[in-house]
Structure formats: structure tokens, C-alpha cells
């Protein structure tokens, strides 16, 4: 299952086993850069990475990749952030509750 920052605040119904991938725009030239906020311990984080745009300087893409490995509600959080700004707020957020049923 693929999701975008359009699914942020929705519940997601997925089963412990499967992959779910998050991309967000982002672009590492502002220094702004999206962070998991919250990782539930039923959710194992699988890959992080940045997709390059076309064009030098140009957004790109951040790719999260997640497995539940728990049946049960999860609350996953991102936030885009600069990581050395600690106490400034996040330009963006992205949160969404895993409903995890048993494996596949």
C-alpha cells in the first residue's frame, strides 16, 4: 500500500506482515526534512530514503517503508522538521492510526 500526504489523519486498515509505504515532497535544500515523530513498537520501520527530483536543488521525494508486525491500533507520526531547529515547530505533520489485523 502506498500513501501520500493526502491520507494524513485517516485510519488505515492493513494486516501484520504487509508493507506499507509513506512518500512525501520534500526538499533537502530548505533544510527541511521529514522525521518519524512517533514509531509504535508494533511497527518496524523497513527503509528510509530520498528520491531526487529532475532537477539540481528541486523537491524530491522522502520514502518511508513500514511493516506492523502487531494486530491492533497504531499511531504512526512524521514531522518535517529542521533537525537542528529543536525547539521550533514542524513546517508539516503526517500522522495516520494502523488498524492491524493478523498476519496475511
Known amino acids: 500500500m502506498i500513501l501520500s500526504s493526502r491520507d494524513s489523519g485517516r485510519t488505515i486498515e492493513t494486516k501484520a506482515g504487509s508493507t506499507l509505504t509513506i512518500r512525501l515532497e520534500e526538499n533537502p535544500t530548505t533544510g ?5 515523530d512517533e514509531l509504535p513498537a508494533g ?11 529532475e532537477n539540481i536543488g528541486a523537491a524530491g521525494t522522502r520514502e518511508f517503508v513500514f511493516s506492523p508486525d502487531k494486530p491492533g491500533l497504531h499511531r504512526l507520526s512524521l514531522k518535517k522538521i529542521r533537525p537542528w531547529e529543536k525547539a521550533a515547530p514542524p ?8 488498524a492491524v489485523e493478523g498476519s496475511r
Do not use: Q
Open 43 to 53: 511497527i518496524r520501520k523497513r527503509d528510509d530514503r530520498f528520491i531526487p527530483g
Open 91 to 98: 513546517l508539516e505533520t503526517f500522522e495516520i492510526t494502523l
Open 32 to 36: 527541511y526534512r521529514w522525521i518519524i
